[in-house]
């Protein structure tokens, strides 16, 4: 939780416990780079006067002997427009049924702004302590907007043809890399796929892959998926639509949630290691290292992921459901997560932080020990 955009002593401590569970490194998730790419309003937003916050949560973490990174982005069409006071912004003017609102298609000017909002994230998290930043251009954040034929209908430099769709994503990261200079760790999350009709498909993301290489990304983590419009596509799984309706304050979201909320949220199988025969088309494409990430939940999962070349390996529900994940699985105590994908902790993480709330009291981690 980050009440009031600052991080909370809830998500040090989140942290904290993933790095003494084993973790290599912990990810802080989503943290907006400007005041108005806030998608919730309990988002974090970076800025100079959160620095001692940020110190203490890297702090916290480097002392349990595991290395921070933080995931930089802005949200653009799907922000939140209560939470940020004005017209949300992205690459073409948009109707967002996931917020009901229009965005205003952005100026040169705005682009400028954004690209030098990045930069200046990038570099108070490294103030911060931080030991790497995470650009994130995917899941349909504006970054992905630009990228994806159905958010960007520009007509200019910086639409249409793929070379035109990279053009600013590509001068954010080259931006950030020129911020922070070459001795910090620049990932970057972009989409294998966005997971529908008229959005990026796999064999644009390789070329995607292989120009933020050339901007500057130290290493790649391709995910799916688009916010707005498909948000389980990334994780696959149950879509807990009630507990989006009950966590909803809005009474007109929660409305239409309720009413409409099946219909645009589709529903999609989880499946283990979900994206590794697209991710290796990335993993061929670029001499960076490529990190794995959706659906790694067991020994085995992380063994072939290794196996088939990859470099890291990123988890997530796996160690919501249990922040001391890695440290059993070590300790042979267990081979898998006992997580059953219910996604509840995606729909009620506005009001409870980031914690597992499965509602399924038979899940007991001891049922898979050796
Ligand atoms: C509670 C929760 C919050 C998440 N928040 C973010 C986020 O802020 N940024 C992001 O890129 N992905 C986010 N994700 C998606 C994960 O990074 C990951 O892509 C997805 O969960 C699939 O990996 P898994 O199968 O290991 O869970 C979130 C996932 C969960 C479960
Ligand atoms: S609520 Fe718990 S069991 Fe359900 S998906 Fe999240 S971590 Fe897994």
């Known amino acids: 939780m980050s009440a ?22 912990t990810t802080v998730s989503y943290c907006a780079v400007s005041d108005d790419g806030i998608a919730f ?19 916290a973490v480097h002392k349990e002997g595991a290395a921070a990174s933080i995931q930089l ?24 049924l996931f917020r009901y609102s229009i965005c205003r298609e952005m100026a040169a000017e705005d682009m400028e702004r954004v690209k030098e909002d990045f930069g200046k994230a990038a570099k108070i998290a490294i103030e911060a302590g931080f030991d790497a930043v995470e650009i994130h251009a995917g899941h349909g954040y504006l970054l992905s907007q630009f990228l994806s034929p159905w958010t960007n209908k520009r007509k200019d430099k910086y639409g249409g043809s793929l070379i035109n769709r990279l053009r600013f994503p590509a001068s954010v990261i080259k931006y950030v890399r020129e ?18 009709k008229g959005g990026l498909k796999i064999d644009e993301a390789v070329k995607v892959a292989k120009y933020f ?11 799916c998926g688009f916010t707005a419009r498909t948000s389980f596509y990334m994780m696959r799984g149950q879509v807990p639509i009630l507990d989006y309706v009950k966590s909803e304050k809005n009474p007109f979201t929660k409305i239409g949630m309720a009413l409409f909320g099946r219909f645009i949220v589709k529903k999609v199988p989880y499946k283990e290691l979900l994206l590794l025969e697209q991710a290796k088309r990335i993993r ?8 794995y990430i959706g659906g790694v ?13 990859f470099e890291f390996v990123q988890i997530g529900r796996a160690i919501v459901r249990d922040p001391d994940f890695v440290k059993k699985l070590q300790a042979k105590e267990i081979t898998a997560s006992d997580c059953d994908h219910c996604n509840r902790c995606v729909a009620e993480m506005a009001n409870k932080g980031l914690v597992c709330t499965s509602k399924n009291k038979g899940l007991k981690t001891k049922q898979y020990k050796l």
Not at 4 to 25: F, K, N, Q, W
Not at 46 to 55: C, M
Request: charged share 20%; glycine share 10%.
């Open 4 to 25: 009031h955009s600052t991080p909370s002593d809830e998500l040090i401590e989140h942290h904290r416990s993933v790095a003494a569970g084993g973790s290599a490194m």
């Open 41 to 59: 309003d309990h988002e974090m937003w970076i800025r100079t006067e959160i620095l001692p916050q940020l110190k203490r949560l890297t702090d």
């Open 73 to 96: 982005g802005h949200c653009g069409f799907f922000a939140n427009k209560n939470a940020i006071g004005k017209t949300p912004i992205g690459p073409t003017r948009k109707l967002c």
């Open 179 to 196: 911020s922070i200079g070459d001795g910090y760790p620049i990932l970057v999350k972009m989409n294998l796929e966005d997971g529908f």
């Open 213 to 223: 290489e050339t901007a500057g990304a130290s290493a790649l983590v391709p995910s």
């Open 284 to 291: 061929e494409a670029v001499k960076i290292p490529v990190i």
């Open 297 to 309: 939940c067991s020994l085995d999962n992380m063994n072939t992921v290794m196996d088939e070349g």
